[in-house]
């Protein structure tokens, strides 16, 4: 027997998209097509759609004098309408805009969330299953998560728990948190690191021949992993983080995440190299900055050099 939804609480499919501000629409749909491997949907009024596969969507590109992340979408779980959602959010007291069928407002740092409706798939035969004419060979096959910096670790764990549903996975430490909203490990995480920032989102290859052949594909077009190859303790995945600059973030791609037990009880893991890395290698001091003299170090591996990264002014 099902168990009854808490009506207080929204309840989440998956995550459904993240929008990204672009200085050039043009420039920036060949840049993640051609090198990430996404086919656009859709072009209009200085927006596009990007898909990984057999999908709507699952990248927004919109063009802005100030690049960077815009939101993150979420669908709806099935059966949870629009009007009901929103009847929730009223009662949480989150102030809202209804508009191009999705409902959209900021949590409490200020990071833009979209909550879309469910949406079956027009086919539901698995991928291997359909003919494509469009596709490229190359391409993730899903939209994976997303993975913020934050000032406010306590209030984001209740925002995302508490008003939108999502489910605690694993905790690291004091330092961060972990949450999912189906059987994949996480949905979204936070890191306290003293400010608000998209750090990633992720995209799933199918195993650990693809992620060799992604990473050769985009060193060819000078991309860099910024940390990686490596695997996560906490997830069990396989990954490696892409410095993009042009919107200010990285992108993880992974393959071999944890699938969690409906059961699942949160775990809680020491805050150390083990936990997130068992191949036993931390990130450098530039993997959690987002400024030039931190891009350009990890670039040409200053640290590895013996060359330290100046710390930052408060």
């Not at 596709?135 to 998560?145: A, C, E, M, N, T």
């Not at 450098?284 to 050099?305: C, N, V």
């Amino acid at each position: 027997m099902a168990l009854a939804r808490d009506e207080r609480m929204l309840a989440l499919r998956r995550i459904d998209h993240v929008g990204l501000r672009v200085a050039d629409l043009q420039e920036a749909v060949s840049r993640w097509c051609i090198q990430f491997g996404f086919t656009e949907s859709e072009r209009a009024e200085g927006r596009a759609f990007l898909r990984c596969g057999y999908e709507p969507y699952s990248l927004e590109l919109v063009e802005d004098e100030s690049p960077g992340f815009d939101h993150h979408g979420w669908e709806l779980a099935r059966g949870l309408t629009l009007e009901e959602a929103a009847a929730q959010l009223e009662r949480s007291a989150v102030g809202f805009e209804a508009r191009e069928e999705a409902l959209h407002f900021d949590d409490p740092e200020g990071n833009g969330v979209e909550l879309v409706p469910y949406r079956p798939a027009d086919d539901p035969r698995p991928d291997v299953g359909r003919f494509t004419s469009e596709l490229p060979g190359f391409r993730p096959r899903k939209l994976g998560h997303t993975n913020f910096l934050t000032a406010e670790l306590e209030k984001q764990t209740a925002f995302y728990t508490e008003v939108l549903g999502m489910r605690v996975t694993d905790r690291l430490g004091d330092a961060g948190i972990w949450l999912h909203v189906n059987a994949d490990h996480h949905a979204i995480a936070f890191v306290d690191k003293g400010f608000a920032h998209l750090h990633h989102f992720a995209l799933e290859l199918v195993d650990w021949g693809e992620l060799r052949v992604a990473f050769d594909h985009l060193a060819q077009h000078g991309r860099w992993l910024a940390w990686g190859p490596l695997r996560h303790g906490l997830g069990r995945n396989l990954s490696g983080y892409v410095r993009v600059p042009e919107e200010d973030c990285f992108v993880e791609v992974f393959c071999d995440v944890e699938q969690l037990e409906p059961d699942h009880e949160p775990r809680e893991w020491p805050d150390d190299a083990h936990s997130s890395n068992v191949w036993g290698i931390l990130p450098p001091r530039s993997y959690f900055r987002f400024d030039p003299e931190a891009i350009e170090s990890e670039r040409q591996g200053l640290e590895a050099l013996g060359i330290p990264l100046t710390e930052r002014e408060a």
